[in-house]
């Protein structure tokens, strides 16, 4: 198997009729040859990622169809029962048991299910493996995958994003785009390398309530912030969740959210670069933000809506909302903002 959803691994796509191209272009990079051209280019390196990618449908289903490509996914525990992707009710499920405060929990994906999606395409003939995950910071998906490529007999390059979300997904899209060219693993782990860290992400949270229940921040700050009602934003730097800012109220927190992410959008460089707008069942108030984002600071910007998946909406909870922004751009919404020393 090669985790959940994917297709079996090949080393050369094989599209269908009309020449879709295996996912969405980019300005100034080449999309891959259709099947059938004289100058198709085989490709070398195959990409792994998890599910914190937070890919949206349409780009998943694209990555798989093109091939070389696949997604393992991340447990999560509601209530001390484990939810597996193949449940259509596990986002509902944990929309519940936040509402109701039940214990949710996540793990790392079992280095069993990574190391099968390994073999499956150094057995397709691949020549390497690029595998691409969430900060090593906020899970031990990085070790897993360090575990699962000791028996593998192809190169297997693990990259720590130091992100999530669709930064982390940038980063994958911008491996496969590079790999459909024939590029080697060096250059591949540099593409999603490069492609997260420029990513801008900025994430509104009601409390830091579940955040302090997973872990992901001090207790003492999450006590102070309930006390003072600070609705803070948040983003990520050196892997590490960090406050940008302590707004003490929720309408003032969406207007500094909107402002930061417009900011940082209008200033990207990239051409049409994107905007995506995480959520936890709130699709509409998602597209709401979204298209007043790029109506008001860039409108050549390509709109993403994407539902946070469990593994991250368990730990940031109900009415989360998060702007990932395509970079590099001159205005990061971590200006001044200092990453914690390690162990803090």
């Known amino acids: 198997m090669t985790g959940h959803g994917s297709r079996s691994p090949s080393a050369r796509s094989h599209e269908g009729e009309g020449g879709l191209r295996p996912f969405p272009a980019r300005p100034g990079v080449a999309a891959a040859p259709a099947p059938g051209d004289d100058d198709v280019v085989a490709r070398r390196v195959a990409v792994v990622t998890d599910s914190a990618a937070a890919l949206p449908d349409s780009w998943r289903h694209a990555f798989e169809t093109a091939g070389g490509f696949a997604l393992v996914d991340m447990p999560v525990l509601i209530g001390g029962q484990l939810h597996t992707e193949d449940e259509a009710d596990r986002a ?59 028996d593998i007999g192809i190169p297997v390059r693990i ?88 707004p003490v109220s929720l309408s003032r927190a969406q207007q500094r959210f909107m402002v930061l992410a417009g900011e940082a959008l209008r200033d990207a460089e990239p051409q049409r670069p994107v905007l995506c707008v995480h959520h936890v069942a709130d699709p509409h108030g998602a597209r709401e933000i979204g298209e007043v984002l790029v109506d008001r600071y860039r409108p050549d910007a390509e709109l993403v809506l994407s539902e946070l998946p469990p593994v991250l ?22 200006h001044g903002v200092k990453a914690p020393q390690s162990g803090a």
Do not use: C
């Open 313 to 334: 909406s368990a730990h940031v909870g109900l009415g989360t909302k998060a702007a990932v922004v395509e970079g590099p751009t001159s205005s990061p919404v971590t």
């Open 159 to 246: 990259v720590d994003t130091a992100s999530a979300g669709l930064a982390q997904g940038l980063g994958v899209r911008a491996a496969l785009e590079e790999a459909a060219s024939g590029a080697g693993i060096d250059d591949v782990a540099r593409a999603a390398h490069e492609a997260s860290a420029r990513a801008q992400v900025l994430i509104q949270v009601r409390s830091l309530e579940t955040l302090r229940r997973g872990g992901r921040v001090n207790p003492t700050t999450a006590r102070v912030g309930s006390v003072l009602q600070i609705k803070p934003l948040l983003s990520l730097a050196e892997g590490k969740i960090v406050t940008v800012e302590r």
């Open 92 to 150: 509902s499920s944990l929309v519940v048991a936040l509402a109701e405060g039940r214990p949710v929990t996540t793990s790392r994906p079992a280095p069993g299910r990574m190391r099968a999606a390994y073999r499956g395409f150094e057995e397709a003939g691949f020549e390497a493996v690029v595998s691409v995950h969430l900060s090593g910071e906020l899970s031990g998906t990085v070790g897993a995958a360090r575990i699962a490529r000791q």
